[in-house]
């Protein structure tokens, strides 16, 4: 059975960072692409960032220059540093794992696309 374990949230002051990791166990993790995606309140979940099982970083748009996305296959974990944060980045943050085939670059942010899904974990940035 596949487990998706966020951890890492919390409550930070905007321009503070975290720190998320995702430990992953059950599937063969180095084989899977990785992603992050967040749900603000009343929102829908939106992509954050991915990393390819090959190591290739995407991002969107609201994150790149403070977000970095990485994973360590011996570990079988993914992280993602959030630097600058900003009150906007208020939101449940979830792991995805997809074992299927990017085509394009747009692929990486399709939720759809995505095969296990974590429970996530809060993150809320004070003004």
């Known amino acids: 059975q596949v487990h998706l374990v966020e951890s890492g949230g919390g409550l930070v002051q905007a321009g503070g960072s975290l720190r998320l990791s995702c430990a992953a166990s059950?599937?063969?993790?180095?084989?899977?692409?990785m992603a992050w995606f967040r749900q603000a309140p009343g929102k829908e979940r939106d992509f954050v960032s991915a990393i390819s099982r090959g190591g290739s970083t995407h991002y969107a748009d609201s994150v790149k220059e403070r977000f970095t996305i990485s994973r360590d296959n011996a570990k079988n974990t993914m992280y993602l540093q959030m630097n600058s944060l900003k009150p906007e980045d208020t939101a449940i943050y979830y792991c995805?794992?997809?074992?299927?085939?990017?085509?394009?670059?747009?692929?990486?942010?399709?939720?759809?696309?995505?095969?296990?899904w974590g429970q996530g974990t809060q993150v809320t940035v004070s003004s």
């Open positions: 059950g599937l063969s993790f180095s084989s899977h692409h």
């Open positions: 995805a794992a997809d074992r299927g085939n990017w085509y394009t670059d747009q692929d990486s942010s399709a939720s759809y696309r995505y095969d296990y």
